[in-house]
């Protein structure tokens, strides 16, 4: 009796382990549709030719900077590598993730993170950190990103995390079950429709304008990084006026980057030079670009940096040109959809919040 | 390291392995070992308190143990002694063994007291006088209540010479803190838990199966049933705007969020032992198929009932002073009055003490009180009961008795709301509501989902209640489910633990994800 | 033995105390009963049985019972 037991043990744990690998599958949100911005950090890894760019940071070069138009203006095989609200310490990490993949010639970072010292939002690390292969970088993301009430254990089962979405799932979550759809182009987020900045609040005085020490340590690694790689770092601010970017925050970067030899370049002032307008080039009155803002910039940005770093032009090369057709047909079929929709509804609905709600 | 914490699963599947891959003896000490981790994991300072505890027990009861043996050997040697000689020796050891019990009890209940009851008593003579003095703030001990109790029981035992001492210092440790029922009970008795928590256990895979699928049963009523319950039970009793009718929904889902945690609970504590082939004492024999109030308390939180009677109830009502008072009752104030005085009076004793060590407050007490009312109503209404039942052959009828144990569950539930409401006029003013305002339309037309709980909520608790319902039904007609489920095709044992494995883990209220309690407080 | 099963029959009439042998064990005698029981002995034979005495196997038949008030009168 005893002996003919333990086979059944056995096939209950495997079907047992199995149900719960299908019922993670099923239960951790697929981002395929209004928040997207949880796939991004996992789409890298489709990708099949390297990068010489790669911009790293949160919102402010995913949705700012469009890789499409650096490529076909100059033959610049780019990807952005952002999430929303990227911390400094999460950008290090996805670079040491990057650079194990690749090494490319020139690393853009943005610094507006370096505002914040501490773990944000549990939502949010989960949307930068679930999509991370794993490996140490992501071991070390993981511990340096916890909120309080986060636990390891529920990044390596993410069913224990996202167990109680059974109440709210939704045809994505069936259809991408296996597989997922590609949602960015080379990292960037698309946005077409066009919502004019009027004006931001005044300010607030801060207590203490030190940046802190955690991002800023991280900062110093990210350029280790790149000095040992052999890859030049290159610090931005984007052209976005809110959340306020301190004059003293601007100084402490600039310092930073004279210290080790970087260039840091604000592109706030550089707005008219670019030809950026914020009443027509961003979609929600001026916190990101829209697409035709990111195109602007990345054709200015995408200028300015071939005059003084050498990024090969790699249009003519099989496998890039193949790639890149690819996803170039994709980005503008997509701006076609979203045209479509603008005119049809005078605004998106199958991107962005109103999806989500629909 | 609550049960429900990721640690406890790790340390518990830790303590599992290393207890099955270590060679028998040293079993236990491996069992020691892990229980001072797991309360040094809750705080470095309990250690203390439970050191003092078992080394006083362990001291005490050797003592108490010396002087049995003296008093043995002395009788023995002395075959000659009238029986007036011996009698005064016999009493002249029972003092000196009273004194020891006395200063052991002293200490360990002295500690019990004023970890928990320092701050109740200074709120409570605040209130009474006006005065301000203030609450300080002090170390509780997790779970000192259960293994001072232990403690305490195991050093009568020893004292009454029902029990020899345990000479192995480390073996006494381990009995008082035996990590699984360091938290909640059940208390044991050093006797039967001593029979099997200090043998080698071989591994068993019908002991160790069985154990575990009790504790995933646990998890299952704990994390699946009890903690999805727990939004809509603190809604309820939070805001004195439930009256009515919601004080009767407040009612049914605390009874069953109550049994679902507590017996969860337990089946987690009793089933850990199972898979190690530890044994202890059952604390639950399906409390909500009661007939009365006072069977429910033999079923309900078993170990703490038969504690209070053994340690508090026989020795105050069999005493001296009290067998005196009871002749003395029946020559002055009739039989009548002399025959109860005794059982009303301990019964009195037993509930104060039995209110009070369910919590450092006076809703605690008028919890307490309003059970031992409430039994010794019904035992006087015992006569009027027999000649009702004489007249009409109800007994022993199932629509009879399934009114019998509705209209129990529901008396014992109207009393747990003391604890629920935690005000004495507020609870009596919301269980009056209910005669005053009740409106039954509330649990038709969607206002229960407005508790914290929405419709999946819902369904998940219905079907989860009714399967335990059903488990509990086959126990009441025919026993163990495990043994019929072991008696089947073992894929049928297996999958059904599989099945329960998977059906906690993805519908358990637990984690980030799960802020349906914070949704709550966020709206008062 | 007579006096002792007029104390017992007293509490319940309906048992027949000179054959059970597990009357605790069955639950005829409660917690109750017992607190009785020990008074009624205490009045009709001046014997205390002590709170240690109090065990199943001392109250389990009436036989016992009484041969714990023999044992107690002897000490």
Redesign the interface.
Known sequence: MKGRRWPAALLAAVCALGALYLAQRLLVPKYQTGVVEGSMVAEYYRETVDHDLVFIGDCEVYENFSPITLWETYGISSYIRGSAQQLTWQSYYLLEDTLRHETPRAVVYNVQALQFSQPQSEAYNRMTIDGMRWGPAKVRCILASMTEGEHFIEYLFPLLRYHDRWGELTGDDVEHLFSKDPVTHAGYYMRVDVKAQTGFPEPRMLADYTLGEKPMDYLGRMADLCREKGVELILIKAPIEYPHWYDEWDRQAAAFAAERGLTYLNLIPLREEIGLDMSTDTYDAGLHLNTGGAEKLAAWFGGWLLERTDLPDRRGEAAYDAAWREKTDYYNAMKERQYAELAQYGELVSFGANAVER | MLFTS?AFVGFLALTLLAYYLVPGRCQWPLLLAASYVFYWAASPWYLLFILVTTASAYGVSLKLAALSGEQRAYLAAHGDLT?EE??AF?AGIKKRKWAWLLGCLALNIGILAVTKYTNFVIRSLNALTGGGLRPVDMIVPMGISFYTFQTVGYVIDV????QPAQRNFFKLALFVSFFPQLVQGPISRYGQLSETLFTPHRFQ?KTF?FGLMRVLWGYFKKVVLADRLLPAVTALTGDAAYTGAYVLAAMLFYAFELYCDFTGGIDITIGIGEAMGIRMPENFDLPYFSKNI?EYWNRWHITMGTWF??YI???I????P??RL??WS?EHLGQAVG?RV??YL??FAVWLATGIWHGAAWNFVAWGLTNWAVIMIS?ELEPLYERFHRRFALRGKAPYEAFQVVRTVLLMSAIRMFDCYRDVPLTIAMLGSMFTRFDPRIFTDGSLLDLGL?G??LLVLGLGLAVALAVSLFKRKKGSVRQALYEK???V???T???L??CT?????Y????DAAQFIYNRF | MDELLKILESLHPDVDFTTREALVDDRVLKSFDIVAIVSEIYEAFGVAVPPEEIVPENFNSAKALYALIERLEDE
Do not use: H, N
């Not at chain 2, 004292?159 to 029902?162: A, F, H, Q, S, V």
């Not at chain 2, 984690?511 to 799960?514: F, I």
């Open positions: 990721y029986r011996k009698r016999r004292y009454r010479d029902r895979e199966s006072r009677t053994d109830f026989y020795p009502s069999v005493c001296r009290m067998l009871s002749k029946r025959k005794t059982v301990s019964s035992q929405d999946a909520d095709p073992a894929a044992f297996y999958g633990m599989a099945a494995l998977v883990v993805v519908f358990g209220a984690g980030a994800g799960y």
